[in-house]
């Protein structure tokens, strides 16, 4: 038996955003909360269906037994996995897995927040590692820094580079309406930002807002009698590496070379074929790395894959049609938003920034320090 | 395999035990393999066949970042990952010694830190002249 018997067995029938910005004075359950009744709305679903639950929050340890009791459901299968921003698409798989084997029927992932509005309390960044915290490194943004530094030494990637990644996520913010930042900027203004940890500045880090977001997930058989157009799960798998960035076995290369080739191979696609492409941007780096990991240019190539506008709106390859966590939303765990966006684009919901004739759509998920690398693949009925 | 005594304290403390007397050291595995930071089994090999070494405190700057700070709070530092001769790869903040500002690939040299009321550091000198080594 192999991973591929989990390609197309259960469809995301339903998606919500609720609160990404400044709403101060709701709780994350709260605003999780909101976000799981729209999410059922449009998947046309009532809450008592719901028998499996994956729930995060940034501020609860035992988070799936808040939630479960803030909705008042009792499910027959949780999972809390937990490996920073890239738990959520973690958690999909599992959710695929737990619908496979019979376990549950109707598995809901939620997420909510409000990292901004409680003075940008990322609870999951209080467990530094206690090696590197002796050095004062200013974390998260030191680790990616490190990873740039190494990235531009070996490949010669440059700091316009990575400045392109931030310019054409905020053109793409700015097509967005839910997006917390809708102004465009300019390569020049990039470059003059503030240097947080050389050779990141204040303008390549994403952005802390609140947020909560919700998924509906159920049978591929089950999926035609909900919701809109279901994007079908065709492929996933996590990969990890490590957990303080100073035990990276390679700065430049991530384990999404590992999650992306397993999830290519259950969803039976290579990187060519996929329409729209959703990388977890928690810093510019990222994008350029997970372009070259996930196979979509070679090695070394991701500062000139983004360049010139190139994943811009207008450009060959759009990336990160919502703005990404550099321009819409990133309150502290950004998977969730990643995927909705993936399954929008599927559905054909995403207006100005709709990419034509999406069918094939890749969302990839990162958590700690590059530690964890979690890639998906949704397909159209079409796909199947 | 002989079994692991769980008498005394664990790796991290005597890591820094050691270190707080002056002395760095590291972890070799039986089969030649160093590892960092202190394990109570050998990364990957999951081994309980290992000892401490000296380490020969020689490194080079495997990637680096400046950090902006104001000079009334000490100005800007240099956090960075060094690679030992001896392989391991671990987390420190430089100290410069001279104006050369310092890059990817140069030689740096541990020393160890004895601060007041605290456990030692371990720390990275960068810019040492040839022969003051």
Same mark, same amino acid.
Request: proline fraction near 3%; glycine fraction near 12%.
């Given at each position: +038996? &192999?991973?591929?018997?989990?390609?197309?067995?259960?469809?995301?029938?339903?998606?919500?955003?609720?609160?990404?910005?400044?709403?101060?004075?709701?709780?994350?359950?709260?605003?999780?909360?909101?976000?799981?009744?729209?999410?059922?709305?449009?998947?046309?679903?009532?809450? #008592?269906?719901?028998?499996?639950?994956?729930?995060?929050?940034?501020? #609860?340890? @035992?988070?799936?037994?808040s939630a479960a009791e803030y909705l008042g459901i009792q499910p027959s299968f949780t999972s809390c996995d937990m490996n920073g921003g890239s738990s959520f698409m973690s958690q999909l798989l599992q959710g695929v897995m737990a619908i496979e084997s019979g376990l549950c029927k109707t598995v809901l992932i939620a997420y909510g927040s409000n990292a901004r509005s409680n003075g940008g309390n990322h609870a999951g960044l209080i467990e530094t590692p206690e090696w590197e915290q002796l050095y004062r490194?200013?974390?998260?943004?030191?680790?990616?820094?490190? !990873?740039?530094?190494?990235?531009? #030494?070996?490949?010669?990637?440059?700091?316009?580079?990575?400045?392109?990644?931030?310019?054409?996520?905020? !053109?793409?913010?700015?097509?967005?309406?839910? !997006? @917390?930042?809708?102004?465009?900027?300019?390569?020049?203004?990039?470059?003059?930002?503030?240097?947080?940890?050389?050779?990141? &500045?204040?303008?390549?880090?994403?952005?802390?807002?609140?947020?909560?977001?919700? +998924?509906?997930?159920?049978?591929?058989?089950?999926?035609?009698?909900?919701?809109?157009? !279901?994007?079908?799960?065709?492929?996933a798998s996590s990969a990890t590496t490590h957990r303080q960035i100073d035990q990276m076995p390679d700065l430049t290369t991530t384990a999404a070379v590992q999650s992306g080739s397993r999830a290519y191979q259950m969803a039976g696609v290579q990187a060519s074929d996929i329409d729209v492409i959703q990388l977890y941007d928690a810093f510019s780096i990222n994008v350029i790395l997970f372009l070259e990991d996930l196979g979509f240019c070679a090695k070394g190539e991701g500062g000139a894959f983004v360049s010139?506008?190139?994943?811009?709106?207008?450009?060959?390859?759009?990336?990160?049609?919502?703005?990404?966590?550099?321009?819409c939303v990133h309150p502290? +765990?950004?998977?969730? @938003?990643? +995927?909705?966006?993936?399954?929008?684009?599927?559905?054909?919901?995403?207006?100005?920034?709709?990419?034509?004739?999406?069918?094939?759509?890749?969302? #990839?998920?990162?958590?700690?320090?590059?530690?964890?690398?979690?890639?998906?693949? @949704?397909?159209?009925?079409?796909?199947? | 395999m002989v079994e692991q005594s769980l008498s005394g304290h664990g790796p991290w403390a005597e890591y820094q035990a050691r270190l707080n007397a002056g002395q760095f050291c590291i972890q070799q595995g039986g089969d030649g393999q160093f590892f960092f930071y202190p394990r109570a089994i050998a990364p990957g090999s999951g081994s309980n066949d290992w000892q401490w070494v000296a380490a020969s405190g020689a490194a080079s700057i495997y990637s680096l970042s400046r950090i902006p700070q104001r000079p009334e709070r000490g100005g800007d530092y240099y956090v960075a990952i060094v690679e030992l001769k001896e392989g391991p790869r671990m987390m420190t903040q430089?100290?410069?010694?001279?104006?050369?500002?310092?890059?990817?690939?140069?030689? =740096?040299?541990?020393? =160890?830190?004895?601060?007041?009321?605290?456990?030692?550091?371990?720390?990275?000198?960068?810019?040492?002249?040839?022969?003051?080594?």
């Open positions: +038996m &192999s991973a591929e018997i989990l390609r197309g067995k259960a469809a995301v029938v339903g998606v919500a955003q609720a609160g990404i910005g400044n709403h101060e004075g709701w709780q994350p359950l709260e605003l999780m909360g909101v976000a799981v009744q729209r999410a059922l709305e449009d998947a046309g679903i009532g809450l #008592h269906e719901i028998d499996g639950l994956c729930a995060t929050t940034g501020s #609860h340890y @035992f988070a799936n037994l490194p200013r974390i998260p943004v030191t680790g990616y820094a490190l !990873a740039a530094a190494r990235h531009m #030494h070996e490949y010669g990637t440059t700091r316009e580079q990575l400045a392109e990644v931030v310019v054409a996520a905020r !053109a793409w913010g700015a097509m967005n309406p839910e !997006a @917390f930042v809708r102004e465009k900027t300019d390569l020049e203004t990039v470059l003059a930002a503030k240097m947080v940890s050389d050779p990141l &500045s204040v303008m390549d880090c994403c952005l802390v807002t609140d947020g909560a977001a919700a +998924m509906v997930l159920v049978a591929k058989d089950r999926a035609k009698e909900y919701g809109k157009q !279901a994007a079908y799960v065709l492929g010139a506008g190139r994943i811009a709106p207008g450009g060959v390859r759009p990336v990160n049609t919502n703005g990404g966590g550099i321009s502290g +765990m950004y998977g969730l @938003f990643c +995927m909705i966006e993936a399954v929008r684009q599927l559905r054909g919901d995403c207006g100005d920034r709709q990419i034509p004739s999406a069918e094939l759509a890749l969302a #990839h998920g990162n958590g700690g320090t590059l530690s964890s690398q979690a890639t998906t693949i @949704f397909g159209t009925e079409a796909c199947l | 430089l100290r410069l010694q001279s104006d050369e500002l310092p890059k990817i690939g140069d030689t =740096v040299e541990a020393f =160890v830190e004895q601060q007041e009321g605290a456990d030692a550091l371990l720390l990275f000198k960068h810019g040492l002249q040839e022969g003051a080594r």
